[in-house]
Protein backbone atom coordinates (compact mmCIF):
# COMPACT_ATOMS: atom_id res chain seq x y z
CA UNK A 1 0.00 0.00 0.00
CA UNK A 2 1.66 3.32 -1.02
CA UNK A 3 1.96 5.89 1.65
CA UNK A 4 1.45 9.75 1.17
CA UNK A 5 5.17 10.08 0.37
CA UNK A 6 4.96 7.86 -2.28
CA UNK A 7 1.78 9.13 -3.22
CA UNK A 8 3.52 12.85 -3.86
CA UNK A 9 6.84 11.40 -5.31
CA UNK A 10 4.24 9.80 -8.14
CA UNK A 11 2.99 13.15 -8.68
CA UNK A 12 5.73 15.06 -9.30
CA UNK A 13 6.58 12.58 -11.87
CA UNK A 14 3.30 12.37 -13.49
CA UNK A 15 2.73 16.42 -13.87
CA UNK A 16 5.08 19.06 -14.43
CA UNK A 17 5.54 21.46 -11.89
CA UNK A 18 5.64 24.41 -14.62
CA UNK A 19 2.77 25.84 -15.18
CA UNK A 20 1.67 27.72 -18.50
CA UNK A 21 2.02 31.34 -18.49
CA UNK A 22 -1.79 32.13 -19.33
CA UNK A 23 -2.37 29.75 -16.55
CA UNK A 24 0.02 31.97 -14.32
CA UNK A 25 -1.51 35.46 -16.11
CA UNK A 26 -5.18 34.25 -15.14
CA UNK A 27 -4.32 33.48 -11.45
CA UNK A 28 -2.43 37.02 -11.16
CA UNK A 29 -5.68 38.51 -12.67
CA UNK A 30 -7.77 36.79 -10.19
CA UNK A 31 -6.07 37.75 -6.97
CA UNK A 32 -5.59 40.97 -7.74
CA UNK A 33 -9.54 41.35 -8.30
CA UNK A 34 -10.13 39.28 -4.93
CA UNK A 35 -7.27 41.65 -3.24
CA UNK A 36 -9.53 45.11 -4.06
CA UNK A 37 -12.41 43.34 -3.21
CA UNK A 38 -10.96 42.48 0.36
CA UNK A 39 -9.43 46.52 0.59
CA UNK A 40 -12.88 48.18 -0.38
CA UNK A 41 -14.65 46.25 2.59
CA UNK A 42 -11.46 46.98 5.04
CA UNK A 43 -12.17 50.72 3.84
CA UNK A 44 -16.17 50.15 4.18
CA UNK A 45 -16.06 48.91 7.58
CA UNK A 46 -13.05 51.38 9.22
CA UNK A 47 -15.33 54.54 7.27
CA UNK A 48 -18.38 52.97 9.36
CA UNK A 49 -16.61 53.19 12.21
CA UNK A 50 -15.62 56.67 11.60
CA UNK A 51 -19.27 57.66 10.81
CA UNK A 52 -20.38 56.35 13.92
CA UNK A 53 -18.18 57.90 15.75
CA UNK A 54 -18.97 60.68 14.14
CA UNK A 55 -22.60 60.80 14.96
CA UNK A 56 -21.90 59.87 18.20
CA UNK A 57 -19.86 63.02 19.04
CA UNK A 58 -22.41 64.86 17.61
CA UNK A 59 -25.32 63.91 19.72
CA UNK A 60 -23.39 63.94 22.87
CA UNK A 61 -22.46 67.31 21.81
CA UNK A 62 -26.15 68.56 21.04
CA UNK A 63 -27.02 67.17 24.67
CA UNK A 64 -24.70 69.47 26.22
CA UNK A 65 -25.95 72.62 24.30
CA UNK A 66 -29.48 71.45 25.15
CA UNK A 67 -28.69 70.72 29.03
CA UNK A 68 -26.86 73.74 29.81
CA UNK A 69 -28.94 76.33 27.22
CA UNK A 70 -28.73 78.87 24.53
CA UNK A 71 -25.98 80.75 25.96
CA UNK A 72 -23.05 78.54 24.54
CA UNK A 73 -24.80 79.50 20.57
CA UNK A 74 -22.45 82.27 19.44
CA UNK A 75 -24.26 85.44 20.57
CA UNK A 76 -23.96 87.10 17.14
CA UNK A 77 -25.28 84.78 15.67
CA UNK A 78 -28.28 85.07 18.77
CA UNK A 79 -28.88 88.47 18.54
CA UNK A 80 -28.97 88.50 14.74
CA UNK A 81 -31.72 85.91 15.04
CA UNK A 82 -33.19 88.05 17.67
CA UNK A 83 -32.73 91.59 15.84
CA UNK A 84 -34.67 89.41 12.88
CA UNK A 85 -37.61 87.76 14.87
CA UNK A 86 -38.04 91.76 16.24
CA UNK A 87 -37.96 93.26 12.72
CA UNK A 88 -40.71 90.74 11.37
CA UNK A 89 -43.01 91.46 14.84
CA UNK A 90 -42.72 94.84 14.08
CA UNK A 91 -43.78 95.01 10.21
CA UNK A 92 -46.77 92.61 11.87
CA UNK A 93 -47.84 94.74 14.98
CA UNK A 94 -46.20 98.03 15.00
CA UNK A 95 -48.03 99.21 17.66
CA UNK A 96 -46.42 99.83 20.88
CA UNK A 97 -49.62 99.43 22.84
CA UNK A 98 -49.61 95.65 22.41
CA UNK A 99 -46.12 95.01 24.34
CA UNK A 100 -46.54 96.82 27.48
CA UNK A 101 -48.92 98.85 29.53
CA UNK A 102 -50.00 101.61 27.44
CA UNK A 103 -53.58 103.23 29.41
CA UNK A 104 -53.61 103.57 32.63
CA UNK A 105 -56.84 104.16 34.63
CA UNK A 106 -57.76 104.88 37.98
CA UNK A 107 -60.22 106.89 40.24
CA UNK A 108 -59.23 109.66 42.35
CA UNK A 109 -63.00 109.37 44.03
CA UNK A 110 -63.04 105.55 43.95
CA UNK A 111 -65.91 105.18 46.12
CA UNK A 112 -68.72 106.91 44.33
CA UNK A 113 -71.65 104.72 43.66
CA UNK A 114 -74.91 104.48 42.03
CA UNK A 115 -78.38 104.85 43.44
CA UNK A 116 -79.43 101.56 41.33
CA UNK A 117 -76.54 100.20 43.46
CA UNK A 118 -77.07 100.84 46.73
CA UNK A 119 -79.92 100.21 49.55
CA UNK A 120 -82.76 102.59 49.34
CA UNK A 121 -82.26 104.06 53.20
CA UNK A 122 -78.25 104.70 52.62
CA UNK A 123 -78.94 106.58 49.28
CA UNK A 124 -77.84 109.85 51.29
CA UNK A 125 -74.13 109.06 51.00
CA UNK A 126 -74.33 107.70 47.27
CA UNK A 127 -71.16 105.92 48.23
CA UNK A 128 -69.96 102.11 48.44
CA UNK A 129 -66.90 100.21 49.16
CA UNK A 130 -67.43 97.47 45.81
CA UNK A 131 -70.35 98.71 44.08
CA UNK A 132 -68.83 101.76 42.36
CA UNK A 133 -67.12 103.88 39.60
CA UNK A 134 -64.41 101.55 39.65
CA UNK A 135 -66.50 98.47 37.85
CA UNK A 136 -66.64 100.89 35.33
CA UNK A 137 -63.14 101.06 35.12
CA UNK A 138 -62.68 97.64 35.05
CA UNK A 139 -65.22 97.06 32.60
CA UNK A 140 -63.21 99.80 30.26
CA UNK A 141 -59.89 98.08 30.98
CA UNK A 142 -61.16 94.37 30.38
CA UNK A 143 -61.96 95.71 26.74
CA UNK A 144 -58.80 97.30 25.74
CA UNK A 145 -56.97 94.61 26.67
CA UNK A 146 -59.07 92.51 24.51
CA UNK A 147 -58.13 94.34 21.52
CA UNK A 148 -54.27 94.07 22.62
CA UNK A 149 -54.27 97.58 23.67
CA UNK A 150 -52.40 96.66 27.33
CA UNK A 151 -54.35 98.57 30.12
CA UNK A 152 -53.56 98.63 33.92
CA UNK A 153 -56.54 99.62 35.89
CA UNK A 154 -55.16 100.75 39.77
CA UNK A 155 -56.09 98.19 42.65
CA UNK A 156 -54.88 100.62 45.26
CA UNK A 157 -57.54 102.29 47.62
CA UNK A 158 -57.23 105.79 47.84
CA UNK A 159 -60.31 106.40 50.19
CA UNK A 160 -58.64 103.83 52.39
CA UNK A 161 -55.59 105.37 52.20
CA UNK A 162 -57.36 108.96 53.14
CA UNK A 163 -58.92 107.55 56.50
CA UNK A 164 -55.64 105.70 57.26
CA UNK A 165 -53.27 108.69 57.38
CA UNK A 166 -56.16 110.70 58.97
CA UNK A 167 -56.62 112.84 55.77
CA UNK A 168 -59.90 115.13 54.68
CA UNK A 169 -61.34 114.41 50.87
CA UNK A 170 -59.97 117.35 49.73
CA UNK A 171 -56.57 115.55 49.79
CA UNK A 172 -58.00 113.24 47.68
CA UNK A 173 -55.76 114.46 44.58
CA UNK A 174 -52.78 115.00 46.71
CA UNK A 175 -52.99 110.87 47.56
CA UNK A 176 -53.95 109.92 43.93
CA UNK A 177 -50.88 112.07 42.92
CA UNK A 178 -48.40 109.71 44.58
CA UNK A 179 -50.07 106.77 42.66
CA UNK A 180 -50.03 108.30 39.36
CA UNK A 181 -46.10 109.37 39.82
CA UNK A 182 -45.64 105.78 40.84
CA UNK A 183 -47.20 103.91 38.07
CA UNK A 184 -45.36 106.25 35.59
CA UNK A 185 -42.39 105.51 37.23
CA UNK A 186 -42.58 101.75 36.64
CA UNK A 187 -44.09 101.90 33.58
CA UNK A 188 -42.58 104.24 30.94
CA UNK A 189 -44.49 103.86 28.37
CA UNK A 190 -47.74 104.75 29.81
CA UNK A 191 -49.29 107.05 26.96
CA UNK A 192 -52.87 107.79 27.77
CA UNK A 193 -54.07 108.38 31.24
CA UNK A 194 -58.05 108.47 32.74
CA UNK A 195 -58.81 109.25 36.15
CA UNK A 196 -62.74 108.15 35.84
CA UNK A 197 -65.59 109.66 37.93
CA UNK A 198 -69.11 109.67 37.77
CA UNK A 199 -70.74 112.58 37.73
CA UNK A 200 -73.61 114.37 40.62
CA UNK A 201 -75.84 115.96 38.17
CA UNK A 202 -79.52 114.32 37.29
CA UNK A 203 -80.54 111.56 34.82
CA UNK A 204 -81.49 113.96 32.03
CA UNK A 205 -78.22 115.48 32.08
CA UNK A 206 -75.91 112.66 31.95
CA UNK A 207 -78.55 109.99 29.75
CA UNK A 208 -78.84 109.55 26.19
CA UNK A 209 -81.59 107.12 23.87
CA UNK A 210 -79.89 105.89 21.02
CA UNK A 211 -81.52 103.55 19.43
CA UNK A 212 -84.02 102.72 21.87
CA UNK A 213 -81.33 101.55 24.67
CA UNK A 214 -80.26 104.65 27.68
CA UNK A 215 -76.81 105.41 27.94
CA UNK A 216 -74.38 107.60 30.32
CA UNK A 217 -73.29 110.40 28.52
CA UNK A 218 -69.26 111.08 28.91
CA UNK A 219 -67.86 114.48 30.09
CA UNK A 220 -64.23 115.55 29.53
CA UNK A 221 -63.03 117.56 32.39
CA UNK A 222 -59.26 119.58 31.78
CA UNK A 223 -57.69 121.96 34.28
CA UNK A 224 -55.96 124.86 32.74
CA UNK A 225 -54.03 125.23 35.52
CA UNK A 226 -51.48 122.86 34.35
CA UNK A 227 -47.86 123.15 31.82
CA UNK A 228 -49.84 119.81 29.59
CA UNK A 229 -52.53 121.91 29.37
CA UNK A 230 -52.56 122.66 25.45
CA UNK A 231 -51.70 119.17 25.00
CA UNK A 232 -54.25 117.68 27.16
CA UNK A 233 -57.16 119.87 25.47
CA UNK A 234 -55.75 118.73 21.98
CA UNK A 235 -56.45 115.14 23.34
CA UNK A 236 -59.92 115.76 24.95
CA UNK A 237 -60.96 117.55 21.72
CA UNK A 238 -60.09 114.65 19.46
CA UNK A 239 -62.15 111.49 22.15
CA UNK A 240 -64.74 114.32 21.79
CA UNK A 241 -64.90 115.14 18.25
CA UNK A 242 -64.61 111.05 17.36
CA UNK A 243 -67.79 110.23 19.77
CA UNK A 244 -69.50 112.97 18.65
CA UNK A 245 -69.19 111.76 14.83
CA UNK A 246 -70.25 107.85 15.50
CA UNK A 247 -72.42 108.82 18.60
CA UNK A 248 -74.28 112.13 18.46
CA UNK A 249 -75.27 113.36 21.96
CA UNK A 250 -73.63 110.68 23.66
CA UNK A 251 -70.58 113.15 24.71
CA UNK A 252 -71.61 116.56 26.67
CA UNK A 253 -68.36 117.99 25.37
CA UNK A 254 -64.92 119.44 27.09
CA UNK A 255 -64.93 121.39 30.25
CA UNK A 256 -62.22 123.30 31.17
CA UNK A 257 -61.61 124.56 34.76
CA UNK A 258 -59.77 127.57 35.34
CA UNK A 259 -60.68 128.91 38.89
CA UNK A 260 -58.17 131.91 39.40
CA UNK A 261 -57.74 131.15 43.44
CA UNK A 262 -57.06 127.75 43.65
CA UNK A 263 -57.82 125.17 40.34
CA UNK A 264 -56.75 122.03 41.25
CA UNK A 265 -54.48 120.52 38.03
CA UNK A 266 -56.19 117.32 38.82
CA UNK A 267 -52.64 115.82 38.61
CA UNK A 268 -52.21 116.74 34.44
CA UNK A 269 -49.57 117.77 35.13
CA UNK A 270 -47.82 115.13 35.43
CA UNK A 271 -48.28 113.67 31.85
CA UNK A 272 -49.71 114.60 28.60
CA UNK A 273 -53.14 112.74 26.90
CA UNK A 274 -54.65 112.61 30.28
CA UNK A 275 -58.29 113.40 31.25
CA UNK A 276 -60.86 113.58 34.26
CA UNK A 277 -63.33 111.40 32.63
CA UNK A 278 -67.13 111.31 33.94
CA UNK A 279 -69.04 108.26 32.94
CA UNK A 280 -72.76 109.03 33.23
CA UNK A 281 -74.18 110.24 36.62
CA UNK A 282 -75.36 108.95 40.21
CA UNK A 283 -78.79 108.43 38.41
CA UNK A 284 -77.47 105.71 36.41
CA UNK A 285 -77.59 102.12 36.12
CA UNK A 286 -74.15 99.98 35.82
CA UNK A 287 -75.39 98.84 32.49
CA UNK A 288 -76.16 102.31 31.07
CA UNK A 289 -72.49 102.95 32.51
CA UNK A 290 -71.12 99.52 30.67
CA UNK A 291 -72.93 100.38 27.25
CA UNK A 292 -70.75 103.92 27.11
CA UNK A 293 -67.41 102.63 28.67
CA UNK A 294 -68.09 99.99 25.60
CA UNK A 295 -68.28 102.31 22.94
CA UNK A 296 -65.48 104.16 24.70
CA UNK A 297 -63.25 101.02 24.25
CA UNK A 298 -64.15 101.36 20.84
CA UNK A 299 -63.42 104.99 20.06
CA UNK A 300 -60.14 104.67 22.14
CA UNK A 301 -58.95 101.39 19.49
CA UNK A 302 -59.88 103.32 16.48
CA UNK A 303 -57.65 106.85 17.46
CA UNK A 304 -54.72 104.18 18.33
CA UNK A 305 -55.02 102.43 15.33
CA UNK A 306 -54.77 105.54 13.22
Do not use: W
Amino acid sequence: MQNDKDLFDLIKKTYPLNPRPDFVSTTEAKLRQNSRKLNRKKAYKRLSIAFSGLIICAIAIFSIISFKGISLIDPTLSSIDKSHSANVVNKQEPSIYIYQPSVYIYHSHNYESFYSEIDANEQKRFYDEIKNIKLVGKRLSKNLNATNIRTIQESRDITSILKDRGLALNKTYTVSREILEDTLKKNKNIQMVFDIHRDSADRDVTTINIKGKDFAKVEFVISKSNVNYEKNLKFANRLHNKIEKKYPGLSRGVVIKNNPKDQSTYNQDLVNNMVLLQIGGVENTLQEEYRTTDIFAEILKEIIDN
